[in-house]
């Protein structure tokens, strides 16, 4: 059987040049100019366009827009039939993390009015809950700590007990025209003696729902 020659076919093609390494090198086909860095360029830029196209079509443009912020940290409005009557327990607006007061006038040498009282202790920061049947001094219904035990009055949040630095921090409060509050959970303001000078009323008046 007759062995077939390696080597030999490119210089048997039709119009292929005969002899040498520069002849052969000059008779291939042109080469195509992709290097690497024409390859990562266009993936990158592929990839962006991608991107942009993906935002304008929907999906991604929702975080270009400023969410309203809500909760804590921002105005928490509280509807007149939520705000208690002087002298009634405490109510509790977790959204906000406060607690809504409405000392009644002459308790605590306060002219009377709503406190908005933040919740957080202002010890070590734990929640402080309203306790109506907690019994201190021979008086039921505070605000005690169930960290380390800091007591509170009804009458404004002031310590009475316990290791908090002072009384309980209170926030602003507003009134509507409707009767509503709006309770500013991004001003707080450190608690102090005159807590009970800082209850609000409208126009001196007992707001509706008291
Ligand atoms: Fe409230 Fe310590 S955290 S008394």
Request: charged residues 20%; hydrophobic residues 40%.
């Amino acid at each position: 059987m007759a062995r077939k020659e390696v080597g030999t076919e490119s210089s048997t093609q039709e119009g292929a040049p005969v002899g040498g390494a520069d002849a052969a090198r000059a008779a291939r086909p042109p080469r195509t100019l992709v290097n690497r860095r024409t390859f990562v360029l266009s993936g990158f830029w592929g990839s962006m366009a991608a991107l942009g196209a993906a935002i304008v079509g929907g999906w991604g443009i929702d975080f270009l827009w400023l969410k309203e912020i809500t909760g804590f940290g921002a105005p928490v409005d509280v509807s007149a039939s939520k705000i208690p009557a002087p002298g009634a327990d405490p109510v509790h607006i977790a959204e906000g993390r406060f607690w809504l007061v409405n000392i009644p006038a002459g308790e605590a040498d306060s002219p009377g009015g709503l406190l908005a009282l933040y919740q957080k202790c202002p010890h070590l920061g734990c929640t402080v809950p309203w306790r109506a049947d907690f019994d201190f001094g021979g008086k039921k219904g505070w605000f005690r700590c169930p960290c380390h035990g800091s007591t509170f009055t009804k009458e404004g949040g002031i310590l009475v007990s316990g290791p908090s630095p002072r009384p309980l921090d209170t926030m602003a409060i507003t009134f509507k025209p409707t009767g509503d509050i709006t309770v500013q959970t991004g001003q707080v303001r450190a608690g102090g003696q005159d807590n009970p000078l800082r209850g609000v009323s409208l126009g001196g008046q007992a707001p509706a729902g008291a």
